[in-house]
């Protein structure tokens, strides 16, 4: 499978990256020589310079015979024209990154006239997901499957909890939730644990549970018992408004520390029931005085990732009680993990993560199952992916018991109609299930690749 990725910025060299290792056939095209020739060095693709919205520089980079063009320049303008001229000169599918709130409020009309395949909304996504985190504050980090209908959430095990010295073969006997702790991390160390695994202070379990399901688990196991109502949001860019937007309707108080005076002007305007400060979000004067210690979570959302690491360590001092913070360099994520910051979140990575899910689909289309959703893990150590069984196959209809499956791989859960199901020994897979795969291998495709 051909792929040509336009923009060689964070989100364009993280595919570029894994692709490559995928063993897809990767062309990256930037104006920019000097990070061409870093990526050229250290990935094994090709690369071309210039300019991507000349059809020459396309051609140049093959994308008349590409499967794929991924537009992912800062540009918005640029990674829609990028994708248009790619498609009038035969690419397959087409993939735009569309961060503007103007352009992506009607990104229904824009790609049936640019021939989009897909439009990715990186602030949009992160937006997303600090929202469903927000909902439920004891967990570090929420991935939706099933349309939202299936959660794997992220669960620190905290000082005290009680759940520390249980194992889990008798967890889910003594409190008979319907849930499947899929993966654990303890210390640098990952496993797929068995019913034998005892649980300890401080392991970060991976369990996947339906959306009532995990009220219940947090209604036994979480120390936030009330509501999140106020939360305070320092930086006002596009993740900043897309969040709000979606607190304010779930009737939260919003406060957002902005420094940019025309900035704080557009946001008075976009965002009329928030309250927007215009102020230096690392002046800690200015955060007590805007009320930092009655704040229910702070959220750092600014374009530093140092600023947001300083300001959320502030914040937890403060007594703020859900902390969370935007980090886009992944070096810096294993270092702060146990600094406190409840939270972590990345543009970068949940575009790649989209991104990597429709071209998984793309490769096996005319498979048995085909990929629906796909998030990477533990610092992409572990992969969980939603699968769509599409035919009869020698999985279907064969009780687990029964069903050889490779080691470090685990089937978390199955959605069948309007049930979900944690899978025991009994249970079976049929054709138009929605199958969740929880595996420590990579490049998985297709359901069959987990199986003896």
């Known amino acids: ?35 061409l020739k870093y990526a050229v060095d250290r990935l094994d693709i090709a690369c071309v310079t210039g300019d991507a919205a000349d059809a020459q520089v396309q051609k140049e980079a093959d994308v008349p015979h ?7 320049t800062s540009a918005d303008e640029c990674n829609m024209l990028s994708c248009l001229i790619a498609k009038r000169l035969g690419a397959k599918h087409t993939i735009a990154r569309v961060r503007n709130p103007i352009y992506f409020n009607q990104i229904g009309l824009l790609k049936e006239d640019l021939h989009l395949s897909m439009a990715v909304n990186p602030e949009l996504i992160v937006a997303d997901e600090i929202s469903r985190v927000l909902l439920f504050p004891d967990a570090s980090k929420i991935e939706t499957f099933v349309k939202g209908r299936v959660e794997l959430i992220e669960y620190l095990i905290q000082k005290e909890s009680k759940l520390a010295g249980t194992s889990l ?52 196991f979480g120390k936030h018992r009330g509501k999140i109502k106020k939360v305070i949001i320092c930086g006002g860019g596009r993740v ?6 979606q607190l304010l309707k779930l009737g939260m108080q919003i406060k957002i520390i902005e420094r940019n005076v025309e900035r704080c002007e ?64 992944d070096r810096r994520v294993s270092m702060i993990e146990d600094f406190g910051i409840d939270s972590i979140v990345s543009a970068k990575t949940a575009t790649a993560d989209a991104i990597l899910s429709y071209v998984r689909a793309r490769q096996n289309s005319q498979g048995s199952a085909n990929v629906e959703t796909l998030y990477q893990l533990v610092d992409d150590k572990i992969e969980a992916l939603e699968f769509i069984i599409k035919s009869e196959t020698r999985y279907t209809g064969i009780p687990f018991k029964d069903l050889p499956l490779k ?31 929880i595996t420590m291998e990579k490049h998985i495709e297709d359901i069959e690749d987990i199986l003896v």
């Open 1 to 35: 499978m051909k792929i040509v990725i336009i923009g060689d910025g964070k989100v364009g060299y993280k595919l570029a990256k894994q692709l490559s290792v995928e063993d897809y056939d990767v062309v990256m095209i930037d104006s920019n020589e000097k990070k």
């Open 66 to 72: 590409a499967d794929l063009v991924i537009a992912c």
């Open 169 to 220: 073969a008798d967890m889910y006997e003594k409190y008979q939730i319907k849930l499947l702790v899929c993966a654990v991390e303890r210390g640098g160390d990952v496993l797929i644990p068995d019913g034998d695994y005892v649980i300890q202070e401080g392991d970060r379990l991976h369990i996947a549970v339906s959306h009532r399901e995990m009220k219940r688990f947090f209604g036994m």
């Open 240 to 245: 900043a408004y897309y969040l709000s937007v």
């Open 266 to 329: 557009q946001l008075c305007e976009l965002l009329p029931k928030a309250t927007i400060i215009n102020g230096d979000a690392t002046d800690h004067d200015l955060l007590i005085e805007e009320g930092i210690e009655d704040a229910d979570a702070f959220v750092g959302l600014t374009g530093m990732d140092e600023e947001n690491i300083i300001t959320a360590l502030f914040a937890k001092s403060q007594g703020a009680s859900k902390i969370i913070a935007k980090i886009n360099d």
């Open 407 to 437: 080691s470090n791989n685990l089937i978390a859960c199955i959605a069948r109609k309007r049930q979900i199901i944690i899978p025991g020994g009994n249970d079976c897979m049929e054709v138009g299930d929605s199958v969740i795969v």
